[in-house]
């Protein structure tokens, strides 16, 4: 048997039945292993995207996926998805090739230091210089892929290394492993804290998001009746139509959301980290802030709690709902008017008839389309704040969005990965011209794997994100404005089906239809963000302010 096969052994056996990538040379031996194992090789058009594929098929299963590249170029293609699941807590392994590292004839032509490369955007990054230490080297990527908090490993495989032949090397078995519980007198100060407080509010993160946790905080949140909001990328953890539900805090300050912020003197924060940008809820002297995560707070000057809560999330708000009842004391009326206010504002612009469409019509249409499962698959760009402000996610995963790395062009491959883990779901990306064009080339590979995909194309012919910041720092509107290719019939050339509505009433039945028909389907939809500075900078902080 050689490494290579030992390699793919190793893979099957910590459960890996798909791996996205792109081949080169220094990879052939493990490509002909794969061929004769149980995993499924998915090739793509560029590493990043079977990067981002990988990275997000970590995010909904909670197993590492798996990315494939060759050395150099291919290996530096990953960069940008090892930033993507490390920052975004996404368990991934990539697997690069290299050159035989005993003799090679080639000097130092594609030759990259690709561990080092990898060191300060992985948590574990080795070469592989010895076939016997192949099954070791494997499990302990994947224990520290998978462990929390997850992230990005690396293994680079020498060309020689893989052609070696090995004995009767033995596998590891994977290991059964529980998170630590939290330290009762750290439970006691935080529950105590809570039961002195006037006005607690709980905010759920992105760490949140595990399938335990949700339904801990849904008990938690229903026994006690203590209001909620989410980050970014808490979006869904618990049902963002349950009466509570204060908001989300896509904008930096001067919402809704922040006005009960400011009202509180304990908040409760379960599963936030500052790698995903702070709502600025940190205010010295004036309030408790407990920490609620699998590890201690990482202190900045926007984030330095005064009590932390150290251990697994779901079993530590487990045992602040039995350890608490409800208080006499507690006072929420002023979140009521909030909330009161928030929802009634949301409701604005839902059914604006303007065209080129308005964003929140757009988010609008896209809620009346999707069912609770239906899982969005946001890339980055000014979009994703409207839609992370008024989308009300359902269940959980069923938002994915970037809140940490925050990198365009991972909105399409994000959503194919998606599809292939829920083929039985509505699974929609939504990109914005600038960031489909940066891996649009998966269109073919979205096209070649026969899935059923929705991708939402908001069309305004500029960096939208970009453009408003400009506009709202005084500066004149330069440089931000490109071309676009006719992207009907670019979805169409790739064997697509392409849709362009010429009316904000076309959207919705366009959407449905899409679905109804099957196959990958490409909706150019013209975007107007005229509205971006009057609501998101003026009018929404002046009606929070009056309340």
């Given at each position: 048997m050689k490494a290579a096969q030992l390699f793919v052994k190793a893979l099957e056996a910590e459960g890996v039945?798909?791996?996205?990538?792109?081949?080169?040379?220094?990879?052939?031996?493990?490509?002909?292993?794969?061929?004769?194992?149980?995993?499924?090789?998915?090739?793509?058009?560029?590493?990043?995207?079977?990067?981002?594929?990988?990275?997000?098929?970590?995010?909904?299963?909670?197993?590492?996926?798996?990315?494939?590249?060759?050395?150099?170029?291919?290996?530096?293609?990953?960069?940008?998805?090892?930033?993507?699941?490390?920052?975004?807590?996404?368990?991934?392994?990539?697997?690069?090739?290299?050159?035989?590292?005993?003799?090679?004839?080639?000097?130092?032509?594609?030759?990259?230091?690709?561990v080092d490369m990898m060191q300060?955007?992985?948590?574990?990054?080795?070469?592989?210089v010895s076939a016997p230490t192949i099954p070791a080297r494997v499990r302990e990527a994947f224990r520290r892929a998978e462990e929390e908090r997850p992230g990005a490993v690396h293994l680079e495989l020498p060309e020689d290394i893989a052609r070696d032949d090995v004995g009767d090397a033995i596998l590891l078995p994977t290991e059964y492993a529980r998170r630590p519980s939290a330290d009762d007198a750290a439970l006691v100060q935080a529950a105590e804290a809570i039961s002195a407080?006037?006005?607690?509010?709980?905010?759920?993160?992105?760490?949140?998001?595990?399938?335990?946790t949700a339904v801990a905080l849904r008990d938690f949140i229903d026994k006690l009746g203590i209001p909620f909001f989410t980050t970014q990328m808490g979006k869904g953890v618990v049902d963002e139509d349950h009466p509570l539900w204060l908001g989300n805090a896509a904008l930096s300050d001067g919402d809704f959301v922040h006005r009960a912020i400011d009202a509180a003197d304990v908040i409760i924060n379960a599963g936030h980290d500052v790698v995903e940008?702070?709502?600025?809820?940190?205010?010295?002297?004036?309030?408790?802030?407990?920490?609620?995560?699998?590890?201690?707070?990482?202190?900045?000057?926007?984030?330095?709690?005064?009590?932390?809560?150290?251990?697994?999330?779901?079993?530590?708000?487990?045992?602040?709902?039995?350890?608490?009842?409800?208080q006499k004391h507690w006072n929420f009326d002023y979140f009521d008017k909030v909330r009161h206010a928030f929802h009634e504002q949301l409701q604005e612009h839902a059914d604006d008839a303007r065209f080129p469409m308005h964003p929140v019509r757009i988010v609008a249409d896209t809620r009346r389309a999707m069912p609770d499962d239906?899982?969005?698959?946001?890339?980055?760009?000014?979009?994703?704040?409207?839609?992370?402000?008024?989308?009300?996610?359902?269940?959980?995963?069923?938002?994915?969005?970037?809140?940490?790395?925050?990198?365009?062009?991972?909105?399409?491959?994000?959503?194919?990965?998606?599809?292939?883990?829920?083929?039985?779901?509505?699974?929609?990306?939504?990109?914005?011209?600038?960031?489909?064009?940066?891996?649009?080339?998966?269109?073919e590979t979205a096209v070649r794997l026969k899935l059923d995909l929705?991708?939402?194309?908001?069309?305004?012919?500029?960096?939208?994100?970009?453009?408003w910041k400009q506009a709202e720092m005084g500066y004149a509107d330069y440089g931000m404005q490109f071309g676009n290719p006719d992207f009907v019939m670019f979805a169409e050339a790739h064997g697509a089906?392409?849709?362009?509505?010429?009316?904000?009433?076309?959207?919705?039945?366009?959407?449905?239809?899409?679905?109804?028909?099957?196959?990958?389907?490409?909706?150019?939809?013209?975007?107007?963000y005229s509205d971006n500075h009057r609501i998101l900078d003026e009018q929404i902080r002046q009606l929070s302010a009056a309340v």
């Amino acid at each position: 048997m050689k490494a290579a096969q030992l390699f793919v052994k190793a893979l099957e056996a910590e459960g890996v039945s798909c791996i996205f990538g792109v081949p080169g040379e220094e990879n052939l031996d493990l490509v002909e292993a794969l061929r004769e194992s149980s995993i499924r090789l998915v090739v793509t058009r560029h590493e990043q995207g079977a990067g981002f594929m990988a990275a997000t098929w970590g995010r909904l299963t909670g197993e590492a996926g798996v990315a494939l590249s060759t050395l150099g170029p291919g290996a530096t293609n990953l960069v940008t998805a090892a930033a993507y699941a490390q920052l975004g807590a996404m368990p991934m392994l990539m697997i690069t090739g290299q050159k035989p590292i005993r003799t090679h004839k080639q000097g130092l032509f594609q030759l990259v230091d690709v561990v080092d490369m990898m060191q300060p955007l992985t948590k574990y990054t080795r070469q592989l210089v010895s076939a016997p230490t192949i099954p070791a080297r494997v499990r302990e990527a994947f224990r520290r892929a998978e462990e929390e908090r997850p992230g990005a490993v690396h293994l680079e495989l020498p060309e020689d290394i893989a052609r070696d032949d090995v004995g009767d090397a033995i596998l590891l078995p994977t290991e059964y492993a529980r998170r630590p519980s939290a330290d009762d007198a750290a439970l006691v100060q935080a529950a105590e804290a809570i039961s002195a407080a006037r006005h607690p509010i709980l905010m759920i993160g992105a760490a949140a998001n595990r399938q335990r946790t949700a339904v801990a905080l849904r008990d938690f949140i229903d026994k006690l009746g203590i209001p909620f909001f989410t980050t970014q990328m808490g979006k869904g953890v618990v049902d963002e139509d349950h009466p509570l539900w204060l908001g989300n805090a896509a904008l930096s300050d001067g919402d809704f959301v922040h006005r009960a912020i400011d009202a509180a003197d304990v908040i409760i924060n379960a599963g936030h980290d500052v790698v995903e940008k702070p709502p600025f809820f940190m205010r010295k002297g004036r309030r408790t802030v407990i920490h609620i995560n699998f590890a201690s707070a990482e202190v900045d000057t926007v984030y330095f709690p005064q009590i932390e809560v150290v251990g697994d999330i779901a079993h530590t708000i487990e045992r602040l709902t039995d350890a608490l009842q409800p208080q006499k004391h507690w006072n929420f009326d002023y979140f009521d008017k909030v909330r009161h206010a928030f929802h009634e504002q949301l409701q604005e612009h839902a059914d604006d008839a303007r065209f080129p469409m308005h964003p929140v019509r757009i988010v609008a249409d896209t809620r009346r389309a999707m069912p609770d499962d239906g899982v969005l698959c946001l890339d980055n760009g000014m979009y994703k704040l409207w839609y992370a402000r008024y989308y009300r996610a359902r269940q959980p995963n069923t938002v994915l969005l970037d809140n940490a790395l925050a990198t365009m062009g991972a909105g399409l491959p994000s959503a194919m990965a998606a599809k292939m883990v829920y083929p039985e779901r509505k699974v929609l990306a939504i990109c914005g011209d600038g960031g489909f064009m940066m891996n649009a080339q998966e269109l073919e590979t979205a096209v070649r794997l026969k899935l059923d995909l929705v991708i939402l194309l908001l069309r305004d012919d500029a960096y939208g994100m970009i453009r408003w910041k400009q506009a709202e720092m005084g500066y004149a509107d330069y440089g931000m404005q490109f071309g676009n290719p006719d992207f009907v019939m670019f979805a169409e050339a790739h064997g697509a089906h392409g849709h362009r509505p010429a009316s904000a009433d076309e959207f919705l039945p366009t959407l449905q239809q899409a679905y109804a028909q099957g196959g990958v389907h490409l909706i150019d939809l013209a975007i107007d963000y005229s509205d971006n500075h009057r609501i998101l900078d003026e009018q929404i902080r002046q009606l929070s302010a009056a309340v």
